[in-house]
């Protein structure tokens, strides 16, 4: 059974830049997750999807951030002019129908992003 | 608002030892989740345990146990004899039944096992 996978696994780029990440989460699995994670800290909620809708944005997801989730299998994640504040690891899960809950979610190796 | 908090930040034990982190949670829904993920060193969290806030049943798996008492809002967890392979960080997290299932983390703690 095949978890979940994100690429790239580390991205180091220049403040101004434009970064996508990409997220593969559990086959069947309908929802995904994005996760921000910084040194010494718990995951924080950025967003999710039901199958192809983004069903929730948090309010730390400036305009700069957008994400996608195109039919409803990988998503993608986007930071346009990227500054040094983005650094941080970002974590994508997924999880599956559970009766009329959600299963608990599983989390794939994250892509650590620095900004310099 | 959902709120975890994990007191401890480090804790270092010696191999053999017995660890407890303790997590204490805030929410207004009546129906909840509570987990327990490890993050090793590789930085890939894991999935440990999901408990329904209607099951206050203490479970154990292995060398893990887990203490939840919904009077005291407390979802406490236990590495009996540690191993050095048990060395991590440990994030409790709680999330609604309902809606989104976002997950609230506490900030985590740090666990060292010394050989």
């Known amino acids: 059974d095949t978890g979940v996978s994100q690429d790239p696994r580390h991205k180091i780029t220049k403040r101004g830049q434009n970064v996508t990440f990409r997220c593969d989460p559990i086959?069947?699995?309908?929802?995904l997750y994005w996760y921000r994670q910084t040194l010494g800290q718990g995951p924080e909620f950025l967003t999710y999807f039901q199958n192809e809708a983004q069903l929730e944005k948090s309010r730390l997801l400036s305009d700069r951030f957008s994400a996608e989730r195109p039919k409803g299998s990988f998503s993608t994640l986007e930071i346009q002019r990227t500054e040094q504040g983005d650094s941080a690891m970002y974590l994508c899960a997924s999880s599956a129908r559970a009766g009329t809950g959600w299963n608990e979610q599983y989390f794939g190796p994250g892509t650590r992003l620095t900004v310099t | 608002a959902q709120k975890v908090t994990q007191a401890q930040t480090e804790i270092s034990v010696v191999e053999k030892e017995d660890v407890t982190l303790d997590c204490v949670y805030e929410t207004r829904d009546t129906t909840y989740y509570l987990f327990w993920y490890k993050q090793p060193p590789s930085g890939e969290l894991v999935f440990l345990i999901r408990r329904n806030s209607f099951d206050e049943q203490n479970e154990i798996s292995g060398r893990y146990s887990w203490n939840f008492q919904k009077s005291t809002s407390s979802f406490n967890f236990t590495i009996t004899a540690s191993q050095v392979v048990d060395s991590a960080v440990y994030f409790c997290?709680?999330?609604?039944?309902?809606?989104?299932?976002?997950?609230?983390f506490g900030k985590g703690n740090q666990v060292v096992v010394i050989p």
């Open positions: 997290a709680l999330s609604g039944q309902y809606g989104n299932n976002r997950l609230a």
């Open positions: 086959s069947e699995h309908n929802r």
